[in-house]
């Protein structure tokens, strides 16, 4: 499912413009990375839980070469999926 899936989805449902559903996706999707970006925990009952961890510094192996690569410290976004969505 991609983006366009979505605002088709919102507009079959809530029969709402094309143009305004998908001001309304962006807008939850802009609003979901500004509170990621300041490290901020999004939950959404039913769905799942986005978060945002540490990732520890490692090495890394070039499969080619096998030589061997820093991996510099830094952050990434989890999901942890809700009871509702791992029952599926």
């Known amino acids: ?51 945002v961890r540490d990732r520890k510094k490692g090495v890394g192996r070039n499969p080619k070469t096998g030589v061997e690569v820093a991996i510099a410290p830094g952050k990434t976004v989890r999901f942890k999926p809700g009871k509702e969505l791992k029952d599926l």
């Open 1 to 51: 499912m991609i983006k366009a899936d979505i605002v088709n989805r919102v507009v079959e449902v809530t029969d709402v413009p094309r143009i305004k559903a998908a001001k309304a996706v962006d807008a939850i999707i802009e609003a979901m990375k500004d509170a990621l970006r300041q490290g901020k925990r999004i939950e959404l009952r039913g769905f799942g839980v986005f978060q």
